[in-house]
């Protein structure tokens, strides 16, 4: 469905990604692990076209989106879940699920979507008229989630979605995630829980300096020495 072959990606001088090459097939999720500074969130920015790359090529299903307008991106089915969640915290809970129906294809399919959203977070159903920036920080997370829903996107990129939330919190995150890859959605998900993360992930790829670095499916990157010494402090 996605296909990544040799990204660069530079702010100025520096380069933060360095030949990516990478790929993610339908209904998959794929972790992207890595330390501070690896490059994940670039990686992440130049897929939805927020940032432009330097070289190399993104397709997505069989078309040439390199270099895209983010919105062109979006209105092809690539949603980001971004850090810090980006909600409209003066807009109510409704409008801000609304906004993520504003792209023609998402617009006809508006109420069937939000009806998907409120059995996904029965608790947004119940605080629609609420503004969004009084929900706690759980709640925006799922708010974020929701809206790009809205969108009907067909890949759903999520950058590290439980910072700063609490445990229960996160537990019921990663269930969104793991109840949408049941349904079939498509998933790159950027984690700090590396060990959550993998567990989940049909497939992972390891990011060193702007480098893939290592590859494979979950299990065999939860089970490789360097990763558990690495990332998961064993
Ligand atoms: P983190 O987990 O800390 O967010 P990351 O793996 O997501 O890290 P990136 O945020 O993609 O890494 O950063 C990759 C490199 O690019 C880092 O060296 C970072 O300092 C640099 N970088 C990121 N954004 C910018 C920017 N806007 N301008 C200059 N350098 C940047």
């Known amino acids: 469905m996605l296909e990544i072959s040799g990204l660069d990606l530079f702010y100025g001088d520096a380069q933060a990604l360095a030949g990516v090459s990478l790929d993610v097939a339908e209904h998959e999720v794929v972790a992207i692990v890595g330390a501070n500074g690896a490059g994940k969130t670039s990686l992440i920015r130049a897929i939805a076209g927020m940032a432009k790359p330097g070289a190399g090529k993104i397709m997505f299903e069989g078309k040439d989106i390199t270099g895209l307008s983010s919105n062109r991106i979006c209105d092809l089915g690539i949603a980001q879940v971004a850090e810090g969640r980006q909600i409209f915290p003066t807009l109510s809970v409704l409008e801000n699920l609304e906004m993520g129906a504003v792209i023609p294809r998402a617009r006809a399919k508006r109420k069937e979507t939000l009806e998907r959203c409120f059995q996904l ?4 159903k119940s605080r629609l008229d609420q503004s969004a920036g009084t929900l706690s920080g759980g ?9 790009c829903l809205m969108g009907q996107p067909r890949l759903m990129m999520f950058d590290e979605p439980s910072l700063g939330l609490a445990p229960a919190v996160v537990s019921e995150m990663f269930k969104i995630i793991r109840d949408l890859h049941a349904e079939g959605m498509t998933v790159i998900l950027v984690e700090q829980n590396v060990s959550t993360s993998l567990k989940l992930a049909d497939r992972g790829y390891v990011l060193e300096n702007g480098g893939i670095v290592l590859s494979g499916t979950g299990t065999a990157l939860l089970n490789d020495a360097g990763v558990r010494q690495a990332y998961l402090g064993l």
């Not at 977070?121 to 947004?124: E, H, M, S, T």
């Not at 709640?139 to 809206?147: F, P, S, T, V, W």
């Open 121 to 124: 977070f029965p608790k947004l």
């Open 139 to 147: 709640e925006q997370q799922m708010l974020a989630i929701g809206r």
